[in-house]
């Protein structure tokens, strides 16, 4: 199941980034693929995707709708507070119009379709 939220978590940043990026958002100065690639590939590929499993991982075995809700807020504002200092303290990260709370709300968008999907996905493995 965790490596189903990785890989589903990885296409969506990806899908994520590239529209960032095609947007003028943000700009990614170093990158380990810098020939290949103007995206990031630890953060979206490996950084967020792990995020994502210990998100679906806290929350699978909750059963009250509004708790797993405050959750994906938290792991939204952890995620969106990782990479602010990520763009503060490094120079892996250039944010050109793009804002921490956008950041938060586009975050709890991605959880919430990863948890959606997941549940959907692990509900038909249990039918």
Avoid at 83 to 105: D, K, M, P, Q
């Amino acid at each position: 199941m965790y490596l189903v939220t990785f890989l589903f978590t990885s296409t969506i940043a990806w899908i994520y980034e590239y529209f960032q990026l095609m947007m003028g958002f943000l700009e990614f100065p170093w990158r380990e693929f810098s020939k290949a690639t103007k995206m990031s590939f630890t953060l979206h590929y490996i950084v967020y995707p792990t995020f994502a499993v210990f998100f679906i991982r806290s929350i699978s075995n909750l059963n009250k709708e509004r708790i797993k809700m405050v959750k994906i807020i938290i792991f939204s504002i952890l995620i969106s507070v990782f990479t602010y200092a990520i763009s503060t303290f490094s120079s892996l990260i250039e944010y050109r119009n793009w804002n921490f709370f956008i950041g938060v709300i586009s975050n709890i968008i991605i959880l919430y379709i990863v948890k959606r999907f997941i549940f959907w996905f692990k509900r038909g493995l249990m039918e």
